[in-house]
């Protein structure tokens, strides 16, 4: 019973940098592993960062260092803010619910948004 919506994609050159929102609906939104996932096109939908109730966080090696994941239990929104973006961070970028404590693949999580396109020139 959770209802995810993305925010915040757009349009920047290579270097630039952008924060993407998820507000979620559901009332037990603390009790979720939440999740940010990307997907090019004709590639698998994949990884990115994940953050848990006590704000553990995992992060895609290929983002590590440049972008962060943090949540606001208080206002339901998990944040993803992205530096330092390059060409091949260009794709549909999806949050996600999973009742888990921690959870880093697709399959584990069980409730997604609708994405957010992300798009960075060269």
């Known amino acids: 019973q959770v209802q995810l919506v993305e925010s915040g994609g757009g349009l920047v050159q290579a270097g630039d940098s952008l924060r993407l929102s998820c507000a979620a609906s559901?009332?037990?939104?603390?009790?979720?592993?939440m999740g940010w996932f990307r997907q090019a096109p004709g590639k698998e939908r994949e990884f990115v960062a994940t953050i848990n109730w006590s704000s553990s966080t995992y992060y895609a090696g290929s983002v590590k260092g440049r972008f962060t994941i943090s949540r606001d239990n208080a206002k339901n929104t998990v944040y993803l803010q992205m530096d330092s973006l390059k060409p091949e961070d260009t794709a549909v970028y999806y949050c996600?619910?999973?009742?888990?404590?921690?959870?880093?693949?697709?399959?584990?999580?069980?409730?997604w948004g609708q994405g957010t396109q992300v798009t960075v020139s060269s």
């Open positions: 996600a619910a999973a009742v888990l404590w921690v959870a880093t693949r697709k399959g584990e999580y069980e409730y």
């Open positions: 559901g009332r037990t939104f603390s009790s979720y592993a």
